[in-house]
């Protein structure tokens, strides 16, 4: 809005236009300072009341909106009773398939780790059994190996293997080997001419591994 100064200005500017001195030839500058006092203060008044109806019709809106907000809360708190059933139900059944998988999954481990502990154990009660075939088959002349009874006793430590075998377990190489610890065990050392030092030169218990892991460790000599 233009300041009085201007206005008066203004109208100083356009005197002598015959238009505007017969408009206001009647009134003072002072009648006309009040006609700007009045015109402005009405001005303002409207002013005041478009900001007010804006202020309004934000408040209005925004009312709006928060109850829209509201209702479309209560409508999902208050579902229909049986499709709150149906979800309830859909979620005690995925608990309970939960609940039975992480079993399933627990008890087949128990199973494994049982199994693994009864397959060690009788591995390791098989094992002498093996030593004492080796031992008996070792004492047997040529001619002894050849009789019936020396047949019998290679087919049935053939056998013997055969079944180890299928059960994942495995002879231990030593004889000729450099000497690990997580293999073998040292009980003595020994001079040798054939082995460098470190070398394991005689085997005096062979040993064994069950699925990769040792069951029994190979009793050697190793060259000082």
Same mark, same amino acid.
């Given at each position: 809005?233009?300041?009085?100064?201007?206005? #008066?200005?203004?109208?100083? &500017? @356009?005197?002598?236009?015959?238009?505007?001195?017969? !408009?206001?030839?009647?009134?003072?500058?002072?009648?006309?300072?009040?006609?700007?006092?009045?015109?402005?203060?009405?001005?303002?008044?409207?002013?005041?009341?478009?900001?007010?109806?804006?202020?309004?019709?934000?408040? !209005?809106?925004?009312?709006?909106?928060?109850?829209?907000?509201? $209702?479309?809360?209560?409508?999902?708190?208050? %579902?229909?009773? %049986?499709? $709150?059933?149906?979800?309830?139900?859909?979620?005690?059944?995925?608990?309970?398939? $939960?609940?039975? /998988?992480?079993?399933?999954?627990?008890?087949?481990?128990?199973?494994?780790?049982?199994?693994? $502990?009864?397959?060690?154990?009788?591995?390791?009660?098989?094992?002498?059994?093996? /030593?004492?075939?080796?031992?008996?088959?070792?004492? #047997?002349?040529?001619?002894? #190996?050849?009789?019936?009874?020396?047949?019998?006793?290679?087919?049935?430590? %053939?056998?013997?293997?055969?079944?180890?075998?299928?059960?994942?377990?495995?002879?231990?190489?030593?004889?000729? %080997? &450099?000497?690990?610890?997580?293999?073998?065990?040292?009980?003595?050392?020994?001079?040798? &001419?054939?082995?460098?030092?470190?070398?394991?030169?005689?085997?005096?218990?062979?040993?064994?591994?069950?699925?990769?892991?040792?069951?029994? @460790?190979?009793?050697?000599?190793?060259?000082?």
């Amino acid at each position: 809005m233009a300041s009085k100064g201007k206005i #008066l200005k203004k109208i100083k &500017e @356009h005197k002598g236009n015959k238009i505007m001195d017969e !408009e206001l030839k009647d009134f003072s500058e002072e009648e006309i300072l009040e006609e700007i006092d009045e015109a402005s203060e009405e001005e303002a008044a409207k002013e005041q009341e478009t900001d007010a109806d804006a202020v309004k019709a934000e408040g !209005e809106e925004s009312a709006e909106a928060e109850a829209n907000e509201e $209702a479309e809360a209560e409508a999902k708190e208050e %579902k229909d009773p %049986k499709q $709150a059933r149906i979800e309830e139900l859909e979620d005690m059944v995925k608990r309970q398939l $939960a609940e039975f /998988d992480n079993f399933r999954k627990r008890t087949d481990k128990e199973k494994d780790t049982m199994f693994e $502990a009864g397959a060690r154990s009788v591995i390791e009660k098989l094992l002498p059994v093996v /030593d004492n075939f080796e031992r008996g088959i070792a004492s #047997l002349s040529e001619e002894e #190996l050849a009789s019936a009874q020396g047949s019998g006793m290679q087919m049935i430590y %053939k056998q013997l293997m055969e079944v180890l075998d299928k059960l994942e377990v495995k002879p231990i190489e030593a004889l000729g %080997k &450099e000497f690990n610890p997580d293999l073998h065990n040292a009980v003595m050392q020994c001079e040798s &001419e054939e082995y460098e030092s470190g070398i394991i030169a005689q085997e005096l218990q062979k040993g064994y591994t069950y699925r990769d892991s040792v069951i029994r @460790h190979s009793m050697v000599a190793v060259v000082s």
